[in-house]
């Protein structure tokens, strides 16, 4: 199973009447058990990019390729959970099939156990990211979608969460394209990194990390952070001859 | 118990004004509850209270559960909005009067004609407030539950109509006034018992303690379906909602 991306642009209407490309042509793609990371400015598109490839904005041009009936569980930027109902209901909802068992596991991985009962209202928003994940990951995805899910968290607390990601990623095959401002988080979860232009966004770069996730310690993390910033003052450099 | 202080209030000043104007303008309180009780025990209260009754419940849930489907459909459908709009406007500002006679005239002077003239009153409203209502849904909760492919009934059942809620709420709280003040004058110009009935009685013989023997009673149980009913549904739609210690 593949999901395989091809837009070839995507326009805004503005109020003075004009068009604006929002996004560039743009391809890629992502295979069984692999983490994609989009990385970018602000405001390039990528949420924009993202609405498309999750079929909820069907006026672009280009084709999106989803596996058939493949489930998504999905992490917004912003929680958005049912205020007006439990955690747990909000879990539920999203993941009828979800077990008793599957659903206590997840729980205790995200620390959510003395909160099951509790409303989003009563949450903080670092709970309420965690309540947004599991939900995520109780529909037993075959894409995860997560649009920056540790921002503005505290580095401590995004810390654990990104580990709990890359437990929750590794126990079964999914693909995973997480929307990132982090290049941290990107190159401890991610397999390939795209780097986007501002906007229209389109990809400038592509870059594999051979090392496995779980491979990955301080140092070859280090490595690998180093070799990207070579890599972007080389572009820059290339760009300043031309 | 502040409430029954101000019910207490009201009638205190409703003895002294009595006893300044006179009885036959403006009986006090124990003269119509004399009335009240002769009425009840002849049976003759709970009937006429009782056809009313039946008219404002079969009215009221006609025009609210036609008026919310239409007004969650102009919501969401641009079109729907564009077409029905004009006709919304008109609706609203056709006088209950109009309505009310036009339907005698048109359908005869029977308890269909009746209830669906009250009906048509209160419908423009719940259209109105329901339409604002679905405008004002969450549409980031919407995409939520299109990316987890959440069956449309469920959707709507959890994700739309809790959103829904304090505008079905609004809604019919002034429903259930607007029509049991409407559906008084429907009795009075075209049936034969209710409480409107017997109002128009009490005009043509000047009879005030009759008159508000049964306005007075009509309104007690229009509070009560307000505390009982419409106060716990609200309570219940907005528990969610952190309160404050």
């Not at chain 1, 991306?5 to 004009?18: L, S």
């Not at chain 2, 339907?103 to 029977?110: F, Q």
Request: proline share 6%; hydrophobic share 50%.
């Amino acid at each position: 199973m593949r999901l395989e991306v091809e837009i070839t642009g995507k326009a805004f209407k503005n109020a003075a009447g004009g068009t604006q490309d929002v996004l560039a042509p743009i391809k890629f793609s992502l295979g069984d058990g692999e983490v994609g990371v989009l990385i970018g400015p602000s405001g390039c598109g990528k949420s924009t990019m993202l609405r498309i490839i999750l079929g909820l904005d069907p006026d672009f041009q280009g084709t999106v390729a989803r596996p058939p009936n493949a489930r998504i569980g999905m992490v917004f930027q912003e929680p958005r959970l049912l205020p007006w109902r439990s955690v747990e209901q909000n879990v539920r909802l999203a993941a009828p099939a979800v077990s008793d068992a599957k659903l206590s596991e997840l729980f205790r991985i995200l620390e959510l156990e003395a909160h099951r009962s509790h409303y989003p209202g009563e949450l903080s928003l670092g709970l309420a990211r965690r309540v947004a994940l599991a939900r995520a990951f109780a529909v037993e995805p075959d894409i995860l979608v997560l649009d920056e899910p540790l921002a503005s968290l505290d580095d401590a607390l995004s810390g654990r969460l990104r580990d709990e990601i890359a437990t929750l990623v590794a126990s079964r095959p999914v693909m995973t394209l997480l929307v990132t401002h982090s290049l941290d988080d990107a190159v401890r979860l991610g397999d390939r990194l795209f780097f986007l232009s501002p906007r229209p966004a389109r990809i400038v770069a592509e870059v594999p990390i051979g090392t496995p996730r779980d491979a990955r310690g301080e140092a070859e993390i280090a490595a690998i952070k180093a070799g990207l910033a070579r890599r972007a003052q080389g572009d820059r450099a290339e760009r300043d001859v031309s | 118990m502040l409430r029954l202080l101000s019910i207490a209030l009201l009638l205190a000043i409703w003895w002294t004004a009595a006893l300044f104007v006179g009885g036959a303008k403006l009986p006090s309180p124990p003269a119509v509850l004399n009335v009240i009780v002769a009425e009840a025990t002849s049976g003759a209260l709970f009937l006429h209270l009782g056809a009313t009754l039946a008219r404002v419940a079969l009215s009221f849930v006609l025009a609210m559960s036609l008026g919310s489907a239409i007004g969650y459909w102009m919501g969401r459908v641009k079109l729907a909005d564009r077409l029905g709009d004009p006709w919304l406007i008109l609706l609203l500002n056709l006088p209950a009067l109009v309505v009310i006679v036009l339907a005698y005239i048109w359908a005869g002077l029977t308890e269909a004609a009746a209830i669906a003239a009250i009906a048509i009153n209160k419908l423009p409203t719940a259209v109105v407030t329901l339409r604002e209502g679905t405008r004002a849904l969450d549409r980031s909760l919407d995409e939520m539950a299109t990316v987890f492919a959440m069956p449309r009934w469920r959707a709507f059942r959890h994700v739309v109509l809790p959103q829904l809620a304090p505008y079905i709420a609004a809604s019919s709280r002034s429903g259930l006034s607007l029509v049991w003040k409407i559906v008084l004058v429907a009795e009075l110009l075209g049936r034969p018992n209710g409480v409107g009935f017997e109002i128009g009685v009490a005009f043509q013989l000047f009879d005030t303690p009759r008159l508000l023997a049964y306005s007075l009673t009509f309104a007690a149980v229009v509070l009560v379906i307000e505390t009982a009913l419409v106060q716990p549904f609200e309570a219940r739609a907005t528990r969610w909602r952190p309160r404050a210690a």
